[in-house]
């Protein structure tokens, strides 16, 4: 393996980002640390996983669709795409397994979502292992590899004074060639899993909440929820979105999406004032059941990724791993 030592790393970054857009996670952004475009100046956080994940890069928070221009010739003129590679320095692995769940949302089963196909095509994912686990940490539990990404185009380990390099895709090889320069050979091995305060036991949990539909155990859940959106906000694999119209002058305008969450009361209603979910009960038994039970189901792996950070933020206290945990205690019929 090779590595650079911390030290060193700016060079590195300085190195990469001649490659394209570089994004860096930084905890010198205000109230909430993020994925932000490197320069010198930017203050790197590689010590923990951001308020925000790298989503927004893939799934910008608000994107134009298109401009468009109506009158006696109606036209509609898409956003153009970007050309530059797009690179994602320290993604955590539970990130990094939230790509994979977006990549099976917006490009498989007959559906090809152009606008994020368009910059995926451009991303190389740079994962960082974690070493230590926060409190709220529980993606272990969720089939995620905390030290060893799966889907990350090179893999870095924390080695104690150094970082160390793994190219794992042709894209991830000829990376490491760019910066080989600023690399050499260590004899560090890799860095054992961490352990974890959190446990969120997921065995067996897809063929019981199959039969839960109509259990009271939603009653008790959505009791705290106060329905604000927090969780799906921060979370790195939620993928619901709104599209909206903004006329800019008389005749022509652009459409644009947004994110959007099905925690909002008004996310299910429909034309003609008819909500599907109309209640909180409703609301938080599909997004349990979205992220540990249909997704599964569908794709063959769970939509929570075990990152933490909607127990970590949440206003209200809500947990998604213990109730994972509660499921221990439930029976069900059949």
């Known amino acids: 393996m090779k590595a650079v030592s911390k030290e060193k790393l ?7 980002a001649k490659e394209g857009t570089l994004y860096v996670p930084s905890s010198a952004t205000g109230d909430m640390s993020r994925f932000v475009p490197w320069k010198s100046d930017v203050q790197v956080d590689l010590e923990h996983n951001t308020t925000m994940s790298p989503k927004d890069v893939l799934f910008p928070q608000t994107e134009v669709l298109y401009n468009y221009k109506f009158g006696e010739e109606n036209t509609a003129e898409p956003s153009p795409p970007g050309s530059e590679k797009i690179i994602v320095f320290g993604v ?27 910059k995926r095509d451009r991303l190389i994912i740079i994962s960082l292992g974690c070493t230590v686990a926060e409190e709220t940490c529980f993606c272990k539990d969720m089939g995620v590899n905390p030290v060893e990404a799966e ?25 490491a060639k760019k910066i080989d320069s600023h690399l050499s ?8 899993a961490p352990s974890f305060k959190l446990q969120a036991n997921s065995k067996g949990i897809v063929e019981k909440l199959q039969k839960m539909f109509e259990h009271p155990i939603w009653e008790e859940v959505c009791q705290k929820c106060i ?28 459409r644009y999406r947004t994110w959007d969450a099905c925690m909002f009361n008004d996310y299910a209603l429909m034309a003609g004032g008819h909500d599907v979910r109309p209640s909180k009960v409703e609301r938080i038994r599909n997004r349990y059941l979205h992220k540990l039970l249909f997704f599964k189901e569908r ?7 075990g990152c933490g950070r909607c127990l970590r933020e949440c206003p209200a206290g809500m947990n998604i791993a213990a109730f994972i945990n509660q499921l221990e205690e439930v029976t069900v019929d059949g």
């Open 185 to 192: 050979k260590t004899n560090k091995k890799k860095p054992q």
């Open 151 to 175: 889907g990350a185009d090179l893999v870095m380990f924390d080695l104690d004074g150094e970082y160390g390099f793994e190219a794992k895709t042709d894209q991830g090889k000829e990376i």
């Open 227 to 254: 329905g604000c959106g927090t969780c799906a906000f921060l979370c790195p694999s939620c993928h619901c979105f709104d599209i909206n119209c903004k006329n800019t002058g008389a005749c022509d305008g652009f």
């Open 10 to 16: 700016p060079a590195l970054l300085e190195e990469l």
């Open 299 to 305: 794709y063959g792996m769970f939509l929570c990724t």
């Open 92 to 118: 955590r692995p539970c990130d990094v397994q939230a790509i994979r769940c977006l990549d099976e949302v917006f490009l498989t089963r007959t559906y090809v979502d152009s606008f994020y196909k368009e």
